[in-house]
């Protein structure tokens, strides 16, 4: 058991981290973990031990959310129309700026980045933990990735 | 290829998710266009930024943590009502799996179809000529026969021995004809006997009453003209071998 748990633990509680925030992200963790152990003997094996995890994570992570959100009355967009941090200008560093407009996304365009792009979960895995289509899941990310760069501003990549 | 072509395909592209022809396209719109380029260097700089953000270590007391919530949780199930624990353990989340589901899905199915086939048998048992009606020939319907009173029957019974009579009479005047065509080859005797003998019984005839008596006499008379037309020995039984 407690080699599950160290194999786990930083993926699982970097997903809560980066879909509920720094504050509630232990707790969400600890949350999986619990509901992993207790239902491991009824893990039927009809996807990867990890998908089946990350599945819990993902759906902990969106229900914490969901209640906050009934306790805070705040919604996606009036998340998402937060506006930038003052800490955005004292820390210049583009990892920040990610954090930042990744905490400003909606729940449901954060879980596709933290899964595809930070986790690095193929389309196929992803649809299975947020139980969606493969043809899905690649629009909501094009979509979430669409909205990160309008939150960023120019990035100024030079990738091509 | 135009930029409303391309801007929703760039994820797929720098994603290495476009093959052959498609990535040509694309590649080849972005040497042109510095504003979908520009898009490209800024999502490409993103999906970087993003994989390349640090790995995130759990807390170090979180384990011990766990470990406290399990035990609490094994406590509160040994605390918890018999019932309560067999009510859990047939909740559908236990027991409706999509296997079950898929199961009884398909035992529904092979009885619906065993029912139907079933019913289908029943329906074979009937003899088709007690579903399919033969085809009659058209039979016209005999025109309706008009309603006898009681007083029209007692009329027809009286009238029935009159009847009788009559056709007894066409068929007597019918021999007599038939008879005076044969006479020809008769000899005088016979001729004077024949109708002397029908004289008689003609005669009979009118003395006798209506009904049976009438019919009596006719009956005689006809036999005698038969006899006699076909030359019976009887009708000439006193000429016998002079015919």
Redesign the interface.
Known sequence: M?ML?HQF??R???MA??IVGPND??EV??EV??RV??GLA?F?G?SALSTWIYRLTVNASLSHLARRGRRQEVGDETLADVPAAPEVSRDPG??AR??RA?AALPPGYRSI?VLH??E?LSHEECATILDCRVGTC?SQ??KA?GR??EL?G??????? | MTCDDVR?Q???Y?DG?LEGDRGSAVRGH?RGCEAC???????????????????????SG??A??QT??AN?EIADSEQPRWRRVLARWSPQ?WV??RLALASGAVAVIFCAWAWRAARRDHDLVPRSALVLPQLPQVPVPAPTPTLTTGDVATEIAALPKATSDSYAAAAAELEQLATQARTSWSALQQKQFDAKVAELQHDITTSGEGRPRQRAYRVLIRYLERATTRDEVAFADTRGTP
Not at chain 1, 154 to 160: F, K
Not at chain 2, 37 to 59: F, H, K, S, V, Y
């Open positions: 407690e748990y633990k930083r699982v509680f970097g981290h980066r992200a232990e963790a600890q973990f619990v152990f207790r009824a039927r009809d583009l990892a990610i954090e990744l980045l792009d930070i690095g690649k990310l094009h990735r990160m760069r960023l120019p990035i100024g990549g030079t990738s091509q | 929703p760039l994820t797929a720098l998710e972005l380029r520009t898009t490209a260097n800024d999502e490409a700089a993103l999906r970087d930024g993003l994989r390349a953000l640090p790995t995130l270590d759990a807390p979180m384990w943590k766990i919530q399990l949780a236990h799996t999509p």
